[in-house]
């Protein structure tokens, strides 16, 4: 017999079938009995009818007596059931936990979102305390993070309307101030709530689309993220993107869909198929949102997007979230935090215990700049991690230790366990500088270009200061490093090209240091259509170092000329686009850069820098003589300087714009080392490497 059971049992001996305690009086009349049923089976109601008087003298014995029994009777029961629910909640806790257990494997093999099995129960489904939950992860952004909390939370409040975009949100704000890190904590959250399917979020790079004949791979791979596990879909880069194509996104959060250019069918692998004017069952005509978070990450806000996509697209924007600059406060903050994690990092692969004062917060915190942001502070994390390692790395073995970090004189030093304090940088291998000695002692080498060498210079003295800005916690301005090299030939204006790019990676103002050099041929395309990705395909090769474009007025040929004038166009935005990655030189006989610089309304703006190269004069050129001689392994003789000279002299005055540059020099020494040759065959005592001045061959 059941619990229950027994229950009834019990309780049916204190009380009759019907609820009335049994006090011991006589039963019911049988011809009562019989009346109340034969009126219910009529459907009628007997008035109740007075009960006989019972014998209180005689009952009351027998009822406290029948009382006392049941109560034990009772309590023992009672017992047996606490005792019962005891086990079964033990074991309801047990499975509780192996379900959790169970949950947080899953975590571990990315099928659910870090922190679902821990979820309280009262959370799930709810958005009451997220906010608060993020702000724990993000710090310093509480604003952003109670509007993008919101911004999530909206169409659960206002409804979600088919296949339309859940939300459109628009989230900025400057580099490095956690715009994706607060969103992927949210979503994370979110997931353990059990609020989102899932956290995983697809991007799209627009940057990628950039030239109209990309088409089918844009509407391909907008479709797979539309599609993804995730419910997310984010969107970057959009100032770089094929306009053609953001009109298309633009109707998605304006329109809920968007309409297709063809017919397309999916095929068994999930790849849109053109199909063409085939009358083929299942074909699409348009692409919709499928109920997702649309999510623009632009670089400047509503007016950017407005101006990039319209008005009706920026007034169909359901939130707009924006970062702020880390406070002071707020930098510290972050670097306490950093500084923790890298304490317990220490601790658990070093065995180090570290221990680091305000100073030390402070000087992480400082590395926080304009293009880095907050990882900055990371990196200078790491770079101490990186220098405890090699110290540990030196040692016989890992005994456990105390590594003490303070800062001193602007640097870092570290001391473990009390011992005299050193340079925590002496432990890492010294920072390649790119041969930025080598470098100058190029440029120095040159003959003459004293103002365009001053200016070279310059530019490293200017990324010095700003890097000792950005360490003082100030902020920086970056220097526009577009330039114009006009002159004429030969007077080094692809020598120092070069020699620029080498530069320019070596103090570190660019990260690859490549030159790219092209002229019209590599830019300007043979068909309609051809010109902007070829261009743009140039310009990707250049990033990270210099793009060099000799006689670059050749691509300006006159108004009529469309495809010159495309391929302008798409320097100028591209310059702008990559505005922090690329330096961009022009090369060009004075007169005619002039005149190109007028093609483009933005053009002569971008160039801020326009250098002059003169012409050599006849000293220099006999410099210029000399040297070229010592590279091939000659030397002049000392009768030959005032017959050259006097020719640079005659060179010059008869045409300035071809004689007064060092392809003069170049063709003069050639000329000569041929006639030294044949002379050396009638005289084979002479010194090989001596060039006489009979040797030289200079025009009347």
Avoid at 556 to 569: K, M, N, T, V
Avoid at 676 to 687: D, F, G, H, Y
């Amino acid at each position: 017999m059941g619990y229950n059971d027994d229950w009834e049992s019990l309780m049916n001996s204190v009380f009759g079938a019907g609820g009335r305690l049994r006090t011991g009086g006589a039963p019911a009349a049988k011809g009562d009995a019989k009346a109340e049923a034969k009126g219910a089976a009529k459907g009628g109601a007997k008035p109740p009818q007075p009960a006989k008087a019972a014998r209180p003298a005689k009952a009351a014995p027998d009822l406290n007596k029948a009382l006392l029994e049941q109560q034990k009777d009772l309590d023992k029961l009672l017992r047996r059931q606490n005792e019962a629910l005891k086990a079964q909640d033990a074991s309801t806790r047990q499975a509780l936990e192996d379900s959790r257990q169970l949950l947080r494997d899953m975590e571990a093999d990315g099928l659910l979102a870090l922190g679902t099995a821990d979820t309280p129960a009262a959370q799930l489904g709810s958005f009451e305390g997220l906010a608060a939950e993020v702000k724990q992860a993000v710090l310093g952004q509480d604003a952003y993070v109670d509007a993008l909390v919101r911004a999530m939370r909206r169409p659960f409040v206002l409804g979600a309307e088919g296949p339309r975009a859940r939300n459109v949100i628009l989230l900025w704000g400057p580099a490095g101030t956690g715009r994706h890190f607060a969103l992927a904590e949210t979503a994370r959250r979110m997931a353990a709530r059990g609020l989102l399917q899932s956290d995983a979020a697809a991007v799209m790079d627009l940057a990628l689309y950039a030239d109209p004949g990309a088409e089918k791979l844009f509407l391909q791979d907008l479709y797979a993220a539309l599609h993804a596990a995730g419910e997310l879909v984010l969107f970057e880069h959009y100032e770089r993107c094929c306009p053609a194509f953001l009109k298309t996104l633009a109707d998605l959060a304006v329109k809920g869909a968007a309409p297709l250019a063809s017919r397309y069918l999916v095929n068994r692998e999930g790849i849109l198929v053109d199909a063409g004017s085939a009358l083929a069952a299942g074909a699409g005509t348009r692409i919709t949102p499928r109920g997702e978070w649309l999510i623009r990450l632009p670089r400047e806000g509503r007016a950017e997007m407005a101006g990039l996509l319209g008005a009706d697209f920026a007034a169909a924007l359901g939130d707009v979230c924006a970062t702020q600059p880390f406070s002071q406060e707020s930098l510290q903050a972050l670097a306490a935090r950093l500084l923790n994690e890298l304490a317990r990092r220490c601790a658990r692969q070093l065995q180090l215990t570290l221990a680091a004062g305000a100073g030390v917060r402070d000087y992480v915190a400082a590395r926080c700049d304009k293009q880095q942001g907050a990882a900055a502070m990371a990196a200078c994390c790491d770079e101490i991690f990186r220098a405890l390692s090699e110290y540990r790395l030196r040692q016989d073995s890992f005994r456990p230790g105390q590594a003490a970090l303070e800062l001193r004189d602007g640097a870092l030093y570290f001391a473990v366990d009390g011992g005299e304090a050193a340079p925590l940088a002496a432990l890492l291998p010294a920072a390649w500088d790119g041969g930025v000695a080598g470098v100058r002692r190029e440029l120095d080498a040159l003959v003459g270009l004293e103002e365009v060498k001053q200016y070279v210079f310059g530019l490293a003295d200017n990324v010095q200061v700003q890097k000792r800005r950005a360490a003082a916690g100030m902020k920086t301005a970056s220097l526009s490093m577009h330039m114009i090299f006009t002159g004429n030939p030969g007077t080094g204006k692809t020598t120092i090209a070069r020699l620029v790019a080498k530069y320019l990676k070596a103090i570190g103002a660019l990260r690859g240091g490549q030159l790219v050099e092209v002229s019209r041929g590599d830019l300007v395309g043979r068909y309609t259509g051809h010109t902007a990705p070829l261009t743009n395909s140039v310009i990707e090769s250049a990033l990270g170092g210099v793009l060099f474009i000799d006689e670059a007025y050749s691509l300006y040929r006159g108004e009529q000329d469309s495809f010159g004038l495309e391929a302008i166009d798409t320097l100028v935005k591209g310059m702008e686009d990559h505005r922090d990655d690329l330096v961009v030189i022009l090369a060009g006989y004075t007169r005619e850069m002039r005149q190109f610089l007028t093609a483009n309304s933005g053009l002569a703006s971008r160039f801020p820098n326009q250098i002059e190269f003169p012409d050599y004069t006849p000293a220099q050129l006999l410099d210029i003589t000399t040297a070229l001689a010592a590279a091939r392994g000659y030397r002049l003789d000392g009768g030959c300087a005032a017959p050259l000279l006097d020719y640079y002299r005659r060179r010059q005055a008869a045409d300035s714009r071809s004689a007064g540059n060092g392809r003069l020099a170049r063709n003069t020494l050639e000329k000569a080392i041929y006639n030294q040759s044949r002379r050396l065959v009638a005289e084979p005592e002479a010194p090989l490497d001596l060039i006489e001045a009979g040797d030289l061959e200079l025009e009347a």
